[in-house]
Nanobody, 115 residues
Framework: QVQLAESGGGLVQPGGSLRLSCAAS????????MGWYRQAPGKERELVAG???????YVADSAKGRFTISRDNAKNTVYLQMNSLKPEDTAVYYC?????????WGQGTQVTVSS
């Protein structure tokens, strides 16, 4: 089993920044892709960003130019730096990790962008 623990969510004003962290523990051998989804009230969960163990990153169009994903393999941690936040970024952000054919999820962290 793999456990994923997110941190860094909170309330921020429009235009502000937050950095989310997700630390993996447990059977972390061969976790390939790690990243973030988000789910806003009444909407489907959507992929925000992902990064492979080799550092190849993907960022959704809605986040390009504002969000940056990075990974510290030594710490088994993935980060999501979110800048220029907008009210429409408000959602629960879920960390995920893929190992072989299994996907593991964190419990989610709330991000609220509001004045």
């Amino acid at each position: 089993q793999v456990q994923l623990a997110e941190s860094g969510g909170g309330l921020v004003q429009p235009g502000g920044s937050l950095r989310l962290s997700c630390a993996a523990s447990g059977s972390i051998f061969s976790i390939n892709v790690m990243g973030w989804y988000r789910q806003a009230p009444g909407k489907e969960r959507e992929l925000v960003a992902g990064i492979t163990s080799g550092g190849t990153a993907y960022v959704a169009d809605s986040a390009k130019g504002r969000f940056t994903i990075s990974r510290d393999n030594a710490k088994n941690t993935v980060y999501l730096q979110m800048n220029s936040l907008k009210p429409e970024d408000t959602a629960v952000y879920y960390c995920y990790g893929d190992r072989a054919s299994r996907r593991f999820w964190g419990q989610g962290t709330q991000v609220t962008v509001s004045s």
